[in-house]
């Protein structure tokens, strides 16, 4: 696996370093049922659709000044004036500090998903929308290891919303519309296909849907839209030598974005079940030592005190299925658990 340096890992926001990739291996499954689709003849219709529930995100946050290689002012000083004026840290005060996303709202009353990278340490959050219209946004809550947030805008009026599709259903090919304020630039539109699914960055719950749609900096937080209108994914992150898109971004997966938003809304944060298991990957190598024909699954190493100890589950096990799914990686079995109702009995 190369080497990937922080140089080539950008995040869509210009003050985060985010995406790391990941060897993958590939299989080669039969097409059943395939349908051919040709290329829209234009994307503005769906544009004109969606483009009233997107918004641009700008946060700001006191940061303490810099000070290195710049020479203090002594309070009172004649030349103190000169150095506040010309942004000098002076008395080394504290400075405001802007950035910029993107979002979309998912309700009528104001709830709006982004990412967590955008607005985290904000101390004031404002919202605009394509109509031209600013409002303040209040934080409803955050799951960093999805890098989604939930905020809530209040309205006198219905605002426009989108709704979430089913990004299972997506396949590599398929087309799909990216959204949002790339490089500061106010609202912008870009289209593309579906490059891979199931990439995995650096979180345990991550399900991005790769695109080469151009996403940005600034793109961060804004969604990723099927061609009916639904968004399949949250931009998220981009891998790129200069900063700049290269045709390889990263949005989560909305299956995952909909379970946290839901928790987010009702709880503030986020309740994901637990089994109690320290596991890995198989590998061709160790399904050979164990006599399995398949490298599937995920192999138990570590069985502490918890639900699984109290099932029976011991150190050397194989998960094969959890609940009614087959598992077919250490990571499929922990986005798996993540998504069972907490307190459930379910069959392993």
Not at 30 to 44: M, N, R, V
Not at 101 to 117: C, K, L, M, P
Not at 153 to 174: H, I, Q
Not at 221 to 226: K, M, R, V
């Amino acid at each position: 696996m190369p080497d990937l340096t922080p140089s080539i890992r950008t995040a869509l926001r210009s003050s985060t370093l985010l995406a790391l990739v990941l060897g993958f291996g590939l299989s080669v499954a039969p097409i059943q049922d395939a349908q051919a689709f040709g290329a829209p003849e234009s994307f503005a219709e769906l544009a004109q659709k969606i483009s009233p529930a997107v918004v641009n995100i700008t946060t700001s946050a006191m940061i303490a000044a810099p000070t290195d290689g710049m020479p203090m002012v002594p309070e009172g000083s004649p030349f103190q004036d000169f150095f506040d004026d010309f942004g000098g840290p002076g008395r080394g005060g504290p400075q405001r500090s802007e950035a910029l996303g993107s979002g979309f709202v998912v309700s009528e009353d104001g709830y709006i998903v982004t990412n967590n990278h955008v607005i985290e340490g904000a101390d004031e959050i404002e919202i605009e929308f394509f109509s031209g219209q600013r409002l303040k946004a209040k934080l409803v809550g955050t799951d960093p290891k999805t890098d989604i947030a939930v905020l809530k805008v209040e309205s006198d009026k219905p605002l426009p919303f989108v709704t979430f599709g089913n990004s299972d259903l997506m396949r590599v090919g398929d087309w799909v519309m990216a959204m949002g304020n790339p490089l500061g630039q106010g609202f912008s539109v870009s289209a593309g296909i579906v490059s891979a699914r199931g990439r995995q960055l650096q979180g345990s719950y991550d399900d991005f849907i790769q695109t080469d749609a151009a996403i940005n900096r600034g793109n961060s937080g804004g969604p990723l839209f099927n061609m009916d209108g639904q968004v399949v994914g949250v931009n998220t992150a981009i891998l790129s030598p200069n900063g700049g898109s290269i045709g390889i971004g990263f949005s989560m997966s909305s299956n995952v974005v909909t379970k946290v938003v839901d928790q987010l809304k009702q709880f503030g944060e986020t309740r994901r079940g637990w089994l109690g298991v320290r596991i890995q990957d198989m590998t061709p190598e160790i399904a050979e030592s164990m006599g399995l024909a398949d490298a599937k699954g995920a192999l138990v190493t570590d069985v502490p005190d918890g639900p699984a100890r109290d099932a029976g589950i011991k150190s050397g096990d194989v998960i094969t299925h959890f609940g009614t799914n087959d598992v077919t990686s250490a990571g499929d079995l922990t986005r798996r658990v993540a998504d069972a109702p907490i307190g459930e009995a379910v069959p392993v």
